[in-house]
């Protein structure tokens, strides 16, 4: 069984025909996409601002409204994008996928009219070797936020998959969250969340895919779980797995210098 791993489209729509490409030649049974379809650059900076000047952040500008209609764009051109590719899709939003309900509605949207197509966040779903189990948004200590950015604590993370411990069966985890692991840097700075890493350790699923971290392309092991960051797909960057061998290459579709 092949599985195409992806994350972080953010709006990359150069990206969807050699992606296109890329499906037809490797045939995948399953793509695992852990989120970030939106950008929301104008989002994050008023988040930012707001927490440093610890005012409350306001989605009234100009720029953020714009801004807003753009990324809802991006999000239904790629969720589109994935369920007309006919393979069986599931799905968990980014940090970025914000704000939670315009996510929520679109995704579920689709679920009426492809049956490929499958939200996982907080989900588990028994796939034919698996069951698949999604945990999207940024998780971390204490901030809680479904507006500006979907930000999740732990907490709120830990009673979302409380149960998965106790499922029978080989498990496929997603998360937008990369584990503590060399796969978590992004422009020199380390995203990791310790919670992940317990919930591996507590869970043990054969395959984790994460995302988030744009420079953290690859592929760890910890204790028996193999641990992917496909990369960003807004550089191109992807990963294949083959089920249940859990051999991963990871590659890219187009040259870095095409980018620059």
């Known amino acids: 069984m092949k599985l195409l791993c992806l994350t972080d489209y953010r709006g990359a729509s150069e990206m969807l025909t050699p992606l296109g490409m890329k499906i037809q030649e490797e045939q995948p049974d399953i793509i695992l996409y852990c989120g970030g379809s939106m950008k929301g650059a104008a989002r994050m900076d008023e988040y930012e601002n707001a927490r440093r000047f610890h005012s409350k952040p306001s ?29 069986t899709v599931y799905v968990i939003p980014g940090m970025s996928d914000a704000p939670e309900s315009v996510y929520f509605k679109t995704v579920y949207s689709f679920t009426q009219i492809y049956n490929n197509f499958k939200p996982a966040h907080e989900q588990t779903h028994q796939d034919e070797a698996f069951q698949v189990t999604g945990f999207g948004g940024d998780i971390n200590v204490g901030e809680d936020d479904r507006e500006f950015l979907l930000r999740y604590n732990t907490p709120w993370a830990e009673f979302a998959l409380r149960r998965l411990p106790y499922m029978p069966g080989e498990k496929v985890l997603m998360t937008y969250t990369p584990p503590v692991c060399r796969l978590d840097v992004s422009d020199g700075e380390h995203l990791g969340v310790l919670f ?20 953290g392309q690859g592929t760890v092991k910890m204790g028996p779980t193999t641990v992917v960051n496909p990369g960003p797909l807004f550089l191109g960057q992807y990963a294949m797995v083959d089920y249940p061998s859990l051999e991963v290459r990871c590659e890219r579709l187009v040259d870095p210098s095409v980018l620059e």
């Not at 209609?69 to 590719?85: G, N, P, W």
């Not at 992940?196 to 420079?215: I, Y």
Request: with cysteine.
């Open 196 to 215: 992940v890493n317990e919930v591996v350790e507590r869970v043990a699923p054969k395959l984790l895919v994460c995302g988030r971290a744009t420079s």
């Open 59 to 87: 989605m009234e500008s100009p720029e953020i409204q714009a801004e807003r209609l753009v990324d809802e764009d991006h999000l239904r051109q790629f969720m589109l994008f994935l369920a007309d590719s006919q393979k």
